[in-house]
């Protein structure tokens, strides 16, 4: 038997960071979960009703003035004394248009956000608050099966969107980010919430600037960071020296999302519950395993961040062999984090170090079809004309364990290829 693994493409969720917007501090984590001024408790995954990707609706018509959006300049916003200030830097980026800003219209949309919340963007383009609110409307969708007051909350949730233009190292900037919080906050108690959407080389530069000088003085601060952690595991060790010299491990939040992929999420309850399973999980019955990613469209403006990791950084290093591992492990002692972490380290330890005769390496190029020109990925203005990052990848790694003994495990990750799918 060939297992091959299928992916719906993502819902909106998090991962185990079920802490990330609750009210509590370090001082006090018995009320993990509980929004300040929020009615329900914090669960925040948003799926819709039959589990499956929040569908879009029409996108809102751009607004070409201030006056359609419903403002919220200091603005009492509800009856709690703390606000939640979440900021994304990278704001103008792929991550942040396509998947962060939808993703806090979807809490919005579902109630899971605190009453007293707003959202800024900060990065180096300029940008006014309506050129933000523009991009942001540009990508915001609803439920299908609940469309009431669609547009109204869409006008609200982006009368709560700001903008501040900075440099990602620049403190003096970072302050003046902090004067902005400081002044939609209005001198209520705050907790801040800085989303790192931005290439990993300028990680710590900015949790250096963000904490010393846009830190919440009277709330919690917390940072969620984006995969890939670092280029290799000795900037990995790097960052995570660095990211410590200004948080503690309680504020920070690293994000693979696909783990919270629906098919990712469900592997280990179809592994582990299903008796019919267990028995069949292993070198006996599979004769090999394929975890293939595949995409339809190129970098598109991306090459800032994707030159310098590549596709292997990129998705196999992280999503994919957190895929893997979850796949190979053996029975975690629970489905606790903790316990589910030790099973994956194993298989880790127990991998075959990958030979270069293993791997196949390739970047897209150019092509025209039916009259219309595609792009190679050293066409991209973003993008070096000299660049030899891959952009495709494909490999066999192989796990030295009783299971799964001679079993290979074929990756292979493409961008700009002929179908997206992930399998
Ligand atoms: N795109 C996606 O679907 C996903 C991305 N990620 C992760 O999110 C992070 C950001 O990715 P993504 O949004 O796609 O990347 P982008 O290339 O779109 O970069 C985001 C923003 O960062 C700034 N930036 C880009 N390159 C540089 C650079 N070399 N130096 C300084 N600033 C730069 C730009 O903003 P400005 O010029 O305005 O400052 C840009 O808009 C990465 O860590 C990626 O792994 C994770 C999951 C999915
Ligand atoms: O992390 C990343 O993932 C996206 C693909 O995510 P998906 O949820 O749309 O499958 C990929 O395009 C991007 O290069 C990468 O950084």
Redesign the pocket.
């Known amino acids: 038997m060939t297992f091959t693994t299928h992916f719906s493409h993502c819902s909106t969720s998090c991962n185990d960071n079920s802490k990330l917007f609750s009210s509590s501090s370090r001082s006090s984590p018995a009320i993990h979960y509980r929004f300040s001024g929020s009615r329900r408790l914090c669960r925040y995954r948003i799926n819709s009703a039959n589990g499956n990707p929040l569908k879009a609706l029409p996108s809102l018509p751009i607004s070409e003035s201030a006056a359609d959006y419903d403002y919220d300049d200091n603005v009492e916003t509800g009856d709690s004394h703390s606000t939640l200030s979440i900021t994304v830097v990278?704001a103008?980026?792929?991550?942040?248009k396509?998947?962060i800003f939808p993703a806090l219209f979807a809490l919005y949309y579902e109630d899971w956000l605190p009453q007293n919340f707003r959202v800024f963007g900060y990065?180096?383009?300029k940008m006014t608050d309506e050129e933000l609110r523009n991009m942001i409307s540009r990508t915001l969708t609803c439920r299908v099966d609940k469309r009431e007051d669609c547009e109204q909350k869409m006008n609200n949730f982006l009368g709560r969107c700001f903008y501040q233009a900075g440099q990602?190292s620049s403190e003096e900037h970072f302050a003046e980010l902090d004067t902005k919080l400081k002044e939609k906050e209005g001198g209520k108690s705050s907790n801040r919430l800085f989303y790192l959407?931005?290439?990993?080389n300028?990680f710590v530069d900015v949790v250096r600037c963000a904490s010393l000088r846009a830190s919440s003085a009277t709330g919690w601060t917390r940072v969620i960071v984006?995969?890939?952690f670092g280029r290799d595991s000795e900037s990995s060790a790097e960052l995570t020296k660095c990211l410590k010299q200004y948080l503690t491990e309680e504020q920070i939040f690293r994000i693979d999302?696909y783990l919270g992929k629906e098919l990712v999420e469900n592997l280990s309850v179809l592994r582990f519950s299903n008796r019919v399973f267990e028995p069949l999980w292993s070198r006996d019955y599979i004769r090999n395993v394929q975890l293939i990613f595949s995409e339809d469209f190129g970098t598109e403006?991306?090459g800032?961040?994707?030159d310098?990791y590549g596709i292997i950084r990129?998705i196999m290093q992280n999503h994919l062999l957190q895929i893997l591992t979850l796949f190979a492990m053996e029975t975690p002692v629970s489905l606790d984090a903790e316990d589910i972490r030790n099973e994956k380290v194993k298989v880790l330890r127990s991998m075959k170090t990958l030979q270069l005769e293993d791997v196949t390496l390739g970047q897209y190029k150019g092509f025209s079809k039916g009259g219309k020109l595609y792009p190679g990925y050293t066409d991209d203005p973003t993008v070096p004309k000299d660049s030899i990052t891959p952009t495709f990848a494909a490999a066999a790694l192989f796990i030295n364990n009783a299971r799964w003994d001679g079993v290979p495990f074929l990756m292979k990750a493409g961008k700009a290829l002929h179908t997206k799918r992930v399998v």
Not at 92 to 96: F, I, K, Q, V
Not at 197 to 200: A, F, L, Q, R, V
């Open positions: 990278g103008s980026g792929d991550l942040a396509k998947k990065a180096r383009t990602y959407s931005i290439p990993p300028i984006e995969k890939p999302h403006g991306r800032g961040y994707f310098n990129d």
